[in-house]
């Protein structure tokens, strides 16, 4: 039964490592990611190949059975990776912001600048000026200028 038991956690902790290489492959999962889960197999993968391994690090460490040990480090790498994607979600979430303003502002600036051609639509047809062949106003020029200068983002 032991050995049974051996080879199907030998058979999942490889499984494991190589759902990751696909992942990696087909760009689903970011390398920086990759590393984590791919630490993480290969430590499932030795304790799966050497058994006694988890006891012999456990009463190293001064923990009386094994698979408590075990448990005890999920734990850890589950709270350090909630902490790693905390940081990460934040970290987007006022990127999100900032570009939402961005785009606010530039929605702005454009409504503007039709505006400002609008207006000067309705005034020279008024005047009897042909707006095909007029120059833009500086109003336009100006409100496209700091549109195009913007338009790479901050890091």
Not at 11 to 37: D, Q, T
């Amino acid at each position: 039964m032991q050995t049974r038991l051996q080879i199907i956690s030998i058979l999942v902790s490889g499984g494991l490592f190589l759902f990751v290489f696909e992942l990696v492959r087909r760009k689903r999962l970011l390398e920086r990611y990759a590393l984590l889960w791919l630490f993480a197999a290969a430590v499932l993968l030795a304790l799966s190949v050497w058994g006694d391994l988890l006891n012999r690090i456990s009463t190293t460490v001064g923990v009386q059975y094994g698979p408590a040990a075990l448990f005890a480090v999920a734990l850890g790498f589950v709270v350090m990776l909630m902490l790693h994607f905390s940081l990460a979600i934040s970290r987007l979430t006022d990127q999100n912001k900032i570009l939402a303003q961005r785009v606010a502002l530039l929605e702005r600036r454009l409504t503007a600048a039709l505006g400002a051609v609008d207006d000067e639509d309705d005034q020279s047809s008024s005047l009897g000026v042909d707006s095909a062949n007029a120059e833009p106003t500086a109003a336009v020029s100006a409100a496209a200028a700091p549109a195009a200068s913007s338009t790479r983002p901050a890091r």
